[in-house]
């Protein structure tokens, strides 16, 4: 599978799961401009420490809360 079709994948996943429209961390996985990045995150996203994860998306420029990523977890926005 093509980073494309990875990518294609995960969003139609994403329009499928309503929550995500307002969620910061899938808005944040969705604005990312290097595709293979996001998917990485998106992959790791349910089993990478909570304040580790909030500190790499800080770092590349998305500050996304604790709380928000709790909730994106919770909610079970990406697998």
Avoid: F
């Avoid at 980073?3 to 294609?8: I, M, N, S, V």
């Avoid at 420029?61 to 994106?72: A, T």
């Amino acid at each position: 599978m093509s980073d494309q079709d990875l990518l294609a994948a995960l969003q139609v996943a994403e329009r499928e799961n309503p929550h995500t429209n307002d969620c910061k961390v899938c808005s944040a996985l969705r604005s990312m401009s290097d595709p293979v990045k996001a998917a990485a995150l998106r992959a790791i996203a349910g089993t990478i420490g909570r304040d580790k994860l909030v500190a790499i998306l800080a770092q590349n420029g998305y500050p996304v809360g604790r709380r928000h990523l709790e909730r994106h977890r919770r909610e079970a926005h990406t697998p």
